[in-house]
T-cell receptor, first 115, second 110 residues
């Protein structure tokens, strides 16, 4: 597709369950980012993949959060043992092969609600 | 101290006026600066980037950067109701990923 694709668009889960969120970046974009946005708040950085380099995981809030990127393309963000405070919109973005570019293209987000 | 600070607003301006949005950042090694616009319920979209001191104009938008003062601003001339949105300032420092401020909500009154 032409843009960043995220799925599911909405996910409702019960506290303690695991969830997986998927991101398919723009073709040819080597950088991929995950952010989350709670209601009325700014974007909180979670993790950043750039090409074949080790990912920057410095924003992951706890060891319940993990992400992988297979084949340099699709990424999956996994949240284990979800808590109510994990409820947010999870945004994926990708950017061009240029290093350190801040020109991110965002997907529509995955809205996670933990009951 | 937050890495990127913005007044949350709302900033209310009448239609046709100039809207001035401000942002300060804490890391002196920051080298790239961006303004994103986010409509309610939508994802952010890039509207301006600036890399060197001074002004950069694009249509009704002007980005201003002052690295000595660690200050970035966005001016929107001839504001329209369709400009009503949250404006996010974002900064890259070193090899780190893009860091966003919490955004300023702009309301343009018809």
């Amino acid at each position: 597709g032409a843009g960043v694709s995220q799925s599911p668009s909405n996910k409702v889960t019960e506290k303690g369950k695991d969830v997986e969120l998927r991101c398919d970046p723009i073709s040819g974009h080597t950088a991929l980012y995950w952010y989350r946005q709670s209601l009325g708040q700014g974007l909180e950085f979670l993790i950043y993949f750039q090409g074949n380099s080790a990912p920057d995981k410095s924003g992951l809030p706890s060891d319940r959060f993990s992400a992988e990127r297979t084949g340099g393309s699709v990424s999956t963000l996994t949240i284990q043992r979800t808590q109510q405070e994990d409820s947010a919109v999870y945004l994926c973005a990708s950017s061009s092969p240029l290093p350190n570019t801040g020109e991110l293209f965002f997907g529509e987000g995955s809205r996670l609600t933990v009951l | 101290q937050k890495e990127v600070e913005q007044n949350s607003g709302p900033l209310s301006v009448p239609e046709g006026a100039i809207a001035s949005l401000n942002c300060t950042y804490s890391d002196r090694v920051s080298q790239s600066f961006f303004w994103y616009r986010q409509y309610s319920g939508k994802s952010p979209e890039l509207i301006m980037s600036i890399y060197s001191n001074g002004d950069k104009e694009d249509g009704r938008f002007t980005a201003q950067l002052n690295k000595a003062s660690q200050y970035v601003s966005l001016l929107i001339r001839d504001s329209q109701p369709s400009d009503s949105a949250t404006y996010l300032c974002a900064v890259i420092a070193g090899r780190r990923a893009l860091t966003f401020g919490s955004g300023t909500r702009l309301q343009v009154q018809p």
